[in-house]
Each structure stands twice: as C-alpha cells, then as structure tokens.
C-alpha cells in the first residue's frame, strides 16, 4: 500500500482515484490478507466511506465478478465488518420524514425492533435451552419462533418490489441484485429450519447450525438496510416516490406489526382516484379507459404485459391477485422483478420467444391453497415482429372441481 501514501490529501480529493483505493482495498480482501491488516490500510487511506461509495463498488463487485452465492455472503460480511463505525454521516436535515410514523422507512425500521426483539427475548433463549436438552417442548417453543419468523418474507418482499425499482431508476443496482440473492438464502434457511423442526428426529447440531445461522443473517441484514440501504433511499427517493411506496405497502403486508399509523405529509398527497376519460378506439369497438381498466381487472386472472424491451408496462389489478404486483414495477426490466436464481429461466423464455422459437410456455405449481396455472405468450404484430410477452396467472384449482354441467338453457 506504499504507492498510496505520496500526495495522499491530494489523491484523496480525487473521488475517481478515492474510489480506485477503496476498491484496491478491498480487493485486498477479497485476496485473503489479513482482516485486522486491511482495517488499517482503510482507516490510515480511507478513514470514511460514503453511502454513494458503498453504491458503486457493490454495484462494480456485481457487475465485473459472476461470485457464487455463498462466496458473495462472506464477502458481504467482511464488507459488513469493514463499514461498521466507518460509514459518513449524512448531514442532518429539518423535519425528517423517514422518522414520522407511518413513513415506509419508519415502518422497516419498527419492524426491524420487533424482529430483534423476537430472536433475543425467544429465538436466542430458546436456541439455549435446546442445546441444553432437545426436548419436544424446546422443540415446540423453537418452531413456534420460527413460524413467527417466517413473516420476514412481507418485509423483503415490500424492499424488494417497492425500494428497489426506485434505486434502480436511479441508476443504483448493487445493493439491489446483492441483497436479493442474500434474502433467499435467509428465507430458503428459515424454512430449513422449520422443516428440521417438524421432523426433528435427533439432528441436534444440523438444526442448531442453521438456526444460528439464520439469527446471524437476520442481525446482519438488519444492519445492511439501516446504515446502507435506507440512507441511500432517503437520499436519492422524492417525497411522491414514498408516497407510492406507502400507499403499495397494504398490498404486501408487514411483518410482526403493522404501521404506527398512516403517513401524510403536509402538502396534499397524490390522488389516488384520479383516472383519465379519454377513449380507446380498438378495432372491435370503443371503450374509456375507465370501462377498459374496470373489465381487465375483473378477469378472473391475472395479466402482466411487458413489452419488447423486456420493460414492465402493465399489469392488470383483480380483488385478489395471486402474486403481489406494485406500481413500482412498472417501467423496470422483468430480469430485475425476478430473483436472481430465477433470472436465467425467465431470460431462456424470453430468447426462444424472440427469435421464434416458441410462441407460449406454460407451467403449474401448489402455492399456498391455490393451484396456479402460468401461461406465458409471445404477442407479435401481423408481420410477426416480437412486441412483447403477455403473462396469464390463474388459480384453477376451483375448475379442476367442475363435474357434470350447469346450462345456461334448459
């Protein structure tokens, strides 16, 4: 690290070349040398990392590395250990939002106290009693814990389909792609846990493994979010951007709490009820928008439309959709609506229907008590250019049911 010190206020000021040492820093320890030595070479070099910083070299991590997910959680943990106490103050501002009941970022944030909460007066303390004996009243009081948290999913889910569409608008991906893929393993953990505990049959070390390792990630990413990823959104979102953020949250719901209370800023808040009169001329006939919106979501499924580009451009809002669906996804590339483990599935679709391979792909699967049934087509124009894919989602569990008829006539 000696070619750093030579005009070290100089280089410093240079935020290209500031950039390039943390970076260098932190390839350092990617490389295996020694964290306390790494910690140094930060603290003499570095001293404070920005929010915008932390943006740009996750996001350069992402982009110029394909890390397997394991490797990418410990290094996320060594970057975890680095920023810690490292991180640069914002400037404090007048009147913070983000601290007003109601306000999305206030309700992550209570309902990350009461996840604490539940891992150290429960989770914790029953973890310890089970390690002193695995009895099935310590199993019980386990699986109980572990049901309850469970309901994380409502809080990943409203970060990853409400703040992360608006990060990437603004050009910040890497703590977007990064913490998705850690949230399913944190989720995909949970229920291993879950599933060892209902079965529990003297697996003790397995079960204590995971669960410490879920409380481990739990605590961590709660970190991640309150220092990194909140910052940053409170720096870069508009005050009507939060307001559709928590106007969606409903849809979603929260995890172990609800709100405090509903936010309203002080000037008036978007109108919700506002809809065009305009017309649509088709041509088989004449509708309003409004008639034309009211019929879509009055189907009996589900419609996502996304266009040749791959970009979200509509999707349809029934009474009770099967999949969680937020305005926020409208104007985003499907790729980044989808984990990034299913990614490669949703694009090997998208390929074949854009060079004509295929012109619809259907699947089936359980989910919750609904059998849905998922139907993807190509929409093509009457040249036969690829204009977009339409996405049908129905429960039909309800029609595998019908028997003999009911007419209409008799």
Same mark, same amino acid.
């Given at each position: 690290?000696?070619?750093?010190?030579?005009?070290?206020?100089?280089?410093?000021?240079?935020?290209?070349?500031?950039?390039?040492?943390?970076?260098?820093?932190?390839?350092?320890?990617?490389?295996?040398?020694?964290?306390?030595? =790494?910690?140094?070479?930060?603290?003499?070099? =570095?001293? *404070?990392?920005?929010?915008?910083?932390?943006?740009? /070299?996750?996001?350069?991590?992402?982009?110029?590395?394909?890390?397997?997910?394991?490797?990418?959680?410990?290094?996320? %943990?060594?970057?975890?250990d680095m920023f810690n106490g490292r991180i640069?103050?914002?400037?404090?501002?007048?009147?913070?939002?983000?601290?007003?009941?109601?306000?999305?970022?206030?309700?992550?944030?209570?309902?990350?106290?009461?996840?604490?909460?539940?891992?150290?007066?429960? $989770?914790?303390?029953?973890?310890?009693?089970?390690?002193?004996?695995?009895?099935?009243?310590?199993?019980?009081? /386990? $699986?109980?814990?572990?049901?309850? /948290?469970?309901?994380?999913?409502k809080h990943y889910s409203r970060k990853e389909n409400l703040i992360f569409p608006y990060l990437e608008k603004y050009g910040i991906f890497g703590p977007t792609t990064n913490m998705w893929r850690i949230n399913d393993f944190i989720r995909d953990s949970?229920?291993?846990?879950?599933?060892?505990?209902?079965?529990?049959?003297?697996?003790?070390?397995?079960?204590?493994?995971?669960?410490?390792?879920?409380?481990?990630? =739990?605590?961590?990413?709660?970190?991640?979010?309150?220092?990194?990823?909140?910052?940053?959104?409170?720096?870069?979102?508009?005050?009507?951007?939060?307001?559709?953020?928590?106007?969606?949250?409903?849809?979603?719901?929260?995890?172990?709490?609800?709100?405090?209370e509903e936010w309203k800023p002080e000037r008036k808040g978007l109108d919700k009820n506002a809809t065009s009169e305009g017309f649509i001329k088709l041509e088989t006939g004449i509708l309003s928008l409004k008639q034309l919106e009211l019929m879509l979501n009055h189907l009996p499924i589900d419609i996502t439309f996304i266009d040749q580009d791959d970009v979200v451009r509509y999707f349809s809002h029934g009474k009770e959709r099967i999949f969680a669906r937020t305005k926020a996804i409208i104007g985003r590339t499907v790729q980044n609506c989808h984990?990034?483990?299913? =990614? %490669?599935?949703?694009?090997? $679709?998208?390929?074949?229907?854009?060079?004509? *391979?295929?012109?619809?792909?259907?699947?089936w699967i359980q989910f919750k008590d609904k059998y849905v049934y998922i139907r993807y087509f190509a929409v093509r124009d009457a040249e036969g250019t690829y204009a977009g894919t339409l996405e049908l989602t129905q429960n039909i569990a309800p029609i595998k049911m019908i028997d003999g008829e009911k007419r209409i006539l008799y």
């Open positions: 690290m000696s070619e750093f010190i030579n005009n070290r206020e100089k280089r410093i000021s240079n935020n290209t070349y500031r950039l390039a040492i943390i970076k260098q820093i932190f390839q350092d320890l990617h490389n295996g040398k020694n964290l306390d030595e =790494v910690k140094a070479h930060f603290d003499a070099f =570095v001293g *404070r990392i920005t929010i915008d910083e932390i943006s740009q /070299l996750q996001h350069d991590l992402a982009n110029e590395n394909s890390i397997p997910t394991e490797e990418l959680m410990k290094i996320y %943990h060594e970057h975890s640069e103050e914002e400037a404090p501002h007048a009147g913070k939002p983000e601290d007003q009941p109601g306000h999305p970022v206030h309700t992550f944030k209570f309902e990350n106290h009461e996840i604490e909460k539940l891992i150290e007066n429960k $989770l914790e303390v029953h973890l310890e009693q089970f390690m002193e004996e695995d009895s099935q009243d310590h199993v019980f009081l /386990l $699986l109980e814990d572990v049901n309850l /948290l469970l309901d994380i999913d949970i229920k291993d846990a879950k599933q060892k505990l209902v079965h529990y049959n003297g697996n003790k070390q397995s079960l204590i493994d995971v669960l410490q390792f879920v409380i481990q990630e =739990v605590i961590g990413m709660i970190y991640k979010e309150e220092n990194i990823l909140f910052p940053m959104a409170i720096k870069n979102f508009t005050e009507d951007e939060w307001v559709k953020i928590a106007q969606e949250s409903d849809e979603i719901g929260y995890c172990l709490i609800a709100p405090a984990p990034p483990r299913s =990614v %490669h599935v949703v694009e090997e $679709l998208l390929a074949d229907f854009k060079a004509g *391979r295929k012109d619809s792909e259907d699947f």
